[in-house]
């Protein structure tokens, strides 16, 4: 761990500027710079798996309550972070709250997950989608990103985020998730300039959206694009990559002097490893899909990687787990640029006991590749 004296330290071979962090590992990994061991958080982190978080939850009423509330998302934010020493928070928040704040009426059905009452079908509706104002609409989650700021004291760096412009296409079309994605897709190939009109749209509301985060005290921010990996490839490229390169093209990469990191996660975009890496983000996310020694052969030194062990590892027993800790550190090798994290989102069912093992072993094993 890493205690900096004076308040800012330039960063001579990068030209970057570090905050004050006690810890500021995560950081320096996704900007390449040398590191004591490789940093670990976890996607969904902060969830169903933990009894705290379930209790949070309970108070809450429901889970847009949870999400609207800064100080409920302040306090499930930082629940794991008192459980394991990860090297990063991340915002509780929904990747839906661009296309609730748009007026499409999101609500949880009990079972079903995340629906919306008014999904596009028509072409009205498309043309009449605004971008909301990220410190208006979405003014609690600025308020959450300030707040966990605070809480944080400092201790790790806090990672803002949102979903792609595809990934939410996906849910303002089809209106629900777990589909297999006819709706938009008929748009796609029927009525590609449709798509192209929500897709441009939810491209300016992200970048508004993390830039907002910046500037409340995000100091990295990733974009999950989930479902990018269900297209072709000449779509992914055309409809989901294009508009992730816009926005990384439009962040705020500076802030208050301090670098701000960029990761660019498509679950199941393994075949368009080299793409991802050109768009002009810092870090490329895995999924479990792809060998990450390979993967760091595709990109060479011009990405970071995060990733990339199968959320399934931790229904294992902490020894298998560990085994399968220290094989994806060794395919990755020696040298910085990797932050070790799960493939895909952490399970409900996921044992607490099994996260700390995943935990404890990367801070282990990895001190030898760094060495």
Sequence with gaps: MMIWECPKQKQEDTGTWMTTLKNDTFLRALLKQPVEYTPVWLMRQAGR???????????AGDFLSLCKNPGFATEVTLQPL??????????????????????LGLYFAQGEGPMFERPLRHEKEIHALTVPDPNAELRYVMDAVSEIRKALDNRVPLIGFSGSPFTLACYMVEGRGG????????????????????LKINAQAVTAY???QIESGAQAVMIFDTWGGSLSQAAYL?????????????????HDGVRI????????????LESIAEIGCDAVGLDWTIDIGNARQRVGNKV???GNLDPSVLFASP?????????????????????????HGISQFTPPEHAAALVEAVHTLSRKYHE
């Design 238 to 254: 055309e409809f989901s990559l294009a508009y992730m390169q816009q926005i990384v093209s439009g962040l705020k990469r500076e």
């Design 179 to 198: 589909t297999e994605f006819r709706e938009i897709k008929t748009m796609l190939y029927e009525r590609p300039e449709l798509l192209h009109h929500i």
């Design 261 to 272: 990191p960029c990761i660019v996660f498509t679950k199941g975009g393994g075949l368009w």
């Design 82 to 103: 008192a459980r394991f020493p990860l090297d990063a928070a991340i915002l509780f928040s929904d990747i839906l709250t661009i296309p609730d704040a748009m007026g």
């Design 49 to 59: 798996y933990l009894s705290e978080y379930n209790a949070t939850r309970a108070r």
């Design 319 to 343: 020894e298998i787990i560990t085994a399968e800790v220290g094989k994806i550190l060794e395919s990755y090798g020696k040298g910085t640029g990797h932050v070790f994290n799960l493939g």
């Design 304 to 306: 970071a990687l995060q």
């Design 210 to 212: 993390l830039n907002a």
